[in-house]
Nanobody
Framework: QVQLVESGGGLVQAGGSLRLSCAASGRTFSNYYWGWFRQAPGKEREFAAAITRGGENTYYADSVKGRFTISRDNIKNTVYLQMNSLKPEDTALYYC?????????????????WGQGTQVTVSS
């Protein structure tokens, strides 16, 4: 089992920044691929960003590319999502997730473990 706890969400004005953290415990952190997903009210969950086990490759949704940066610290067992130039449409519940297989990282069903989520609200 892997336990994931997100933090760092909050209320921010448009154009501002937030850094989300996802602390993992349980099985070996470095064995997993990691992703961030988000779900806005009334919408389906969508992919935001993902990172490979060694951190050598990252992937982003077009809607966040150039504004969000995913990173990982295999010593601290933590994944981060740095979010800059935030827009009201970024408002959502943000989830981190862990995938052992690393296949299809843009697809939620590829992930084995999920956190409870942290709310991000961007005001205009």
């Amino acid at each position: 089992q892997v336990q994931l706890v997100e933090s760092g969400g909050g209320l921010v004005q448009a154009g501002g920044s937030l850094r989300l953290s996802c602390a993992a415990s349980g099985r070996t952190f470095s064995n997993y691929y990691w992703g961030w997903f988000r779900q806005a009210p009334g919408k389906e969950r969508e992919f935001a960003a993902a990172i490979t086990r060694g951190g050598e490759n990252t992937y982003y949704a077009d809607s966040v590319k150039g504004r969000f940066t995913i990173s990982r610290d295999n010593i601290k067992n933590t994944v981060y999502l740095q979010m800059n130039s935030l827009k009201p449409e970024d408002t959502a519940l943000y989830y981190c997730a862990a995938s052992l297989s690393g296949s299809r990282l843009r697809v939620g069903s590829s992930y084995d473990y999920w956190g409870q989520g942290t709310q991000v609200t961007v005001s205009s």
